[in-house]
Structures are given as structure tokens and as C-alpha cells.
């Protein structure tokens, strides 16, 4: 852990939501994380990018209007940045690894694993199947990450919303939480169509 996690018998992490879901912006979001980060307050960040492809564009005094992936922001401008953690329609390993070439440290799903239970396990697999002679650490001015080859094809696809009510179940859901997921648009019926969600 970092310096606050030298001092207590557990660790703290706070998620940001980068920019645009509840007013955010990215440049308050950087100066929250930089406070966090030079403080030495929280042991990880978590990235909530809702797509971890989504790229924003902000002006930098002498170079003019930049832009960048979400999470490319937080690790280019940031030093002494603890654990990242990004998210956001992270669905296959190509997705994974586009995560780390961003200098994320940690990948994190959320809808990918709720309709494929297995999912990391997955994942995990795929990863292992993948060539490792083509699977190089690469030390730039982020951290080590992997570097993407050319000739990658993915192995793995999880099975893409929406999905039944059935199929929920079976990845564990409670009938509670599979009526949730209706307010995203997860849910069909057995016509394939979109069940609605009533508050």
C-alpha cells in the first residue's frame, strides 16, 4: 500500500468517475486524484470510465488541444500515482490489454462478468493460450506494460447482452438483481426483446 496504507490494518481506494456521468470533469477529477496521490491518502484509484476507449480532449498551456483516453490522462499527469484500477466496457483480453497499455495497473469488470460468470477465468485462459514470446514488459514514462502484437487474434468472445432472465439466473443473479438489470437495457425476453424497468 501507499503511505496511508502504512499506517492502518486495511486499505482505502476511491473511485472516480472521469468525466461527463453526474457533472464531472476531467480536469476536477485530475486535481482530486493528484490531491489523493501526493497526499498519500488512498492506496488505489479506481477509474470508473463507463468505456476505457472514450477519450476526452483538454488544452495544455504551449501545446494546444490534446487528446487522450480517459485513463491515459490520469497516468501521463499524475506522479507518484498509487495502483490503477480502470474500467469500462471491458469485455475481451484485446480490451484488457489496451487497459494496461493505458498504464493501468489493475482491470476491472463489472457488466462482462455478470452475464458470463466465468469470465476471468476466461480471460485468464485465453491469455495463457496467447503466445508469451510475444507478451513483452515495456518500460516507458508510465510503468511496465504489455505491449500489444500485431498479429493477435482474440480467442476468447463473452456472450454480449442482452440476455435472458434464464441465463441471469444461472450466472447466480437473484430475481432482485435481474430485475435490475433491466434499467440497463440487459434483460430480453423470449422473443429477444428489451424487458422494461419500472421504478
Known amino acids: 500500500g501507499g503511505a496511508a496504507g502504512n499506517s492502518r490494518p486495511f ?7 472521469p ?13 482530486l486524484a493528484h490531491e489523493l496521490s501526493q497526499g498519500g491518502w488512498v492506496d488505489f484509484l479506481h477509474l470508473s470510465c463507463w468505456d476505457i476507449h472514450k477519450t476526452s480532449v483538454q488544452h ?18 499524475i506522479s507518484k500515482l498509487p495502483p490503477v ?7 475481451t483480453l484485446e480490451d484488457c490489454m489496451i487497459g494496461f497499455n493505458m498504464g493501468a495497473d489493475l482491470i476491472g469488470s463489472g457488466r462482462s462478468a455478470i452475464g458470463n460468470w466465468d469470465w476471468a477465468f476466461k ?27 500485431q498479429n493477435y487474434q482474440g480467442r476468447y468472445q463473452p456472450l454480449l447482452p442482452p440476455y435472458s432472465e434464464k441465463h441471469l439466473a444461472t450466472c447466480g443473479l437473484s430475481p432482485i438483481f435481474v430485475y435490475y438489470m433491466r434499467r440497463w437495457k440487459f434483460v430480453k425476453d423470449v422473443q429477444g426483446r428489451i424487458l422494461p424497468f419500472q421504478d
Do not use: M
Open 19 to 31: 468525466e461527463g456521468r453526474c457533472g464531472a470533469q476531467l480536469e476536477d477529477s485530475l486535481a
Open 60 to 77: 495544455i498551456d504551449g501545446r494546444g488541444p490534446v487528446e487522450l483516453p480517459l485513463t491515459d490522462w490520469f497516468t501521463r499527469r
Open 85 to 91: 484500477i480502470t474500467t469500462g466496457s471491458v469485455w
Open 123 to 149: 480471460i485468464c485462459e485465453a491469455d495463457s493460450k496467447y503466445n508469451t514470446e510475444e507478451i513483452k514488459t515495456s518500460k516507458d514514462h508510465r510503468r511496465g506494460h504489455y505491449r500489444e502484437p
Open 11 to 17: 486499505l482505502v481506494g476511491v473511485r472516480i468517475s
